[in-house]
Nanobody, 115 residues
Framework: QVQLVESGGGLVQPGGSLRLSCAVSTSIFSIYAMGWYRQAPGKQRELVARITGGSSTINYADSVKGRFTISRDNRKNTVYLQMNSLKPEDTAVYYC????????WGQGTQVTVSS
């Protein structure tokens, strides 16, 4: 069973940056398109960034375009999310998963943007 382990969250002031990581336990990581999702309190989980297996296609939600950058290292089975110019509305638990998603999710990593 594929396991997903997110890390890198924390408390940051508005305008700050964080880099999230997601380690994926599978020997066929490179074939999966991957996404970063987030869920804010009282809201549905949303997809904020996606990347194909070979990194040829990358897409972002309008709310994060120009501020977030998704990348991956297929040698390390890891996908990253560089988040710059963070806003309070970016506060959420961030998860990674495949696209389409698997049933199992990781524990997520909390990102709090507050002064």
């Amino acid at each position: 069973q594929v396991q997903l382990v997110e890390s890198g969250g924390g408390l940051v002031q508005p305008g700050g940056s964080l880099r999230l990581s997601c380690a994926v336990s599978t020997s066929i990581f490179s074939i999966y398109a991957m996404g970063w999702y987030r869920q804010a309190p009282g809201k549905q989980r949303e997809l904020v960034a996606r990347i194909t297996g070979g990194s040829s296609t990358i897409n972002y939600a309008d709310s994060v375009k120009g501020r977030f950058t998704i990348s991956r290292d297929n040698r390390k089975n890891t996908v990253y999310l560089q988040m710059n110019s963070l806003k309070p509305e970016d506060t959420a638990v961030y998860y990674c998963n495949t696209i389409p998603t698997m049933d199992a999710w990781g524990q997520g990593t909390q990102v709090t943007v507050s002064s």
